[in-house]
């Protein structure tokens, strides 16, 4: 989840808007069933499954970049500061019976290992990126059989206090959003905010380089799973190879490394969503400004996701057997009622002023 930076008459709105974007489109994958009445998967995980998500951790990386444009003194431990708030946050909201993967905790390692980042250039993040995106998964692939198992549900004050080891561990490498393999998209954020956004060429090469990279990670990995697709179901019969993997493949055979589906953190899988995730950043960029006040209310609401999300987990966790489609709908009309009105009169929303506040001191 980004923390926005404050907001300065330059602040692009299609960064808000590609935020915007991310967390309707996280909403809706937490509400509306993975699975029709006939088996298949619906539409919304088709189009959002893991590929929101991945938008989130991009954007994280964009905003940092932005955020930190400005090497001034003390900007690290602001960083640090930023990651605790945000771990908190996502602590307390573990501790709900929600039903969600929640995200925050992860997110506040994200931006500790940012830290050691911040002074490279865009060519020498958008190395690392694709090294962690193929390296990564493999790591992971070789440690998860000897580490135990990831705690169960999500990371919260209790596990923290009862389990530090294993919850670092559930952070780092088992866990539903794995830190290690999830560099990769706070890297290529970075390296992308890095860039000059505000350029219609740049605009077009990251929305073009975007759909290039996530269509070639696809197609190569349908070509490995010619051959790896029977291999896996020997091992694993009842596997759903193009379903979600909830962070991470199983460990029976290499070839599930191959595998592009949502949360499988392999190198295909994490190349593709890099990919939709400049795609997207790219079109909102460029779409933006044609749209004008047409797009403000989806810029408000990208420009404050930690306190809509943070309320989206508080409300799904409050209400059961409600109508999905009302569900969604309902707290999009009011989120965007509320992120207009609240920035109409401050320049942050409630979270973001409070993290930067803290930040800053």
Sequence with gaps: MTVAPPRPATRLAGVDVARGVALLGMMAVHVFP??????STSWVHLVAGGRAAALFAVL?????????RRQEPGLRRSVAARAGCVAVVGLLLGGLDSGLAVILAYYGVLFLVALPLLRLGARALGLLAAGVAVVAP??????????????????????????????????????????????AYLCAGLAAGRLDLSSRVVQVRLALGGAVLAGAATAASAVLLVAGRPRILALTPSADVAGNQ?????TTTPWWLAVVAPHASTPPDLLHT??????????SLLVAPLLGRGARWLAAVGAMTLTLYAVHVLVVAST??????????????????????????????????????????
């Design 34 to 39: 993975e699975h029709r009445a006939d088996g």
């Design 60 to 68: 994280a990386g964009v905003g940092l970049a932005l955020l930190t």
């Design 138 to 183: 493999v790591l992971s692939f070789l440690l998860r059989p000897h580490l135990p198992p990831r705690l169960p549900g999500n990371p919260s004050v209790l596990t923290l206090v009862e389990h530090p080891g294993r919850l670092l561990l559930t952070l780092l490498v088992t866990g539903y959003y794995p830190v290690l393999c999830w560099t």
């Design 246 to 250: 909830f962070g991470n493949v199983p």
């Design 274 to 283: 890099t990919g939709t995730s400049l795609l997207v950043l790219g079109l």
């Design 320 to 361: 059961d057997g409600r109508s999905p489609l009302l569900l969604w709908g309902g707290q999009v009309l009011a989120f965007a009622v509320f992120a207009v009105a609240w920035l109409r009169v401050f320049d942050r929303g409630p979270l973001e002023t409070v993290v930067a506040t803290l930040s800053r001191r």
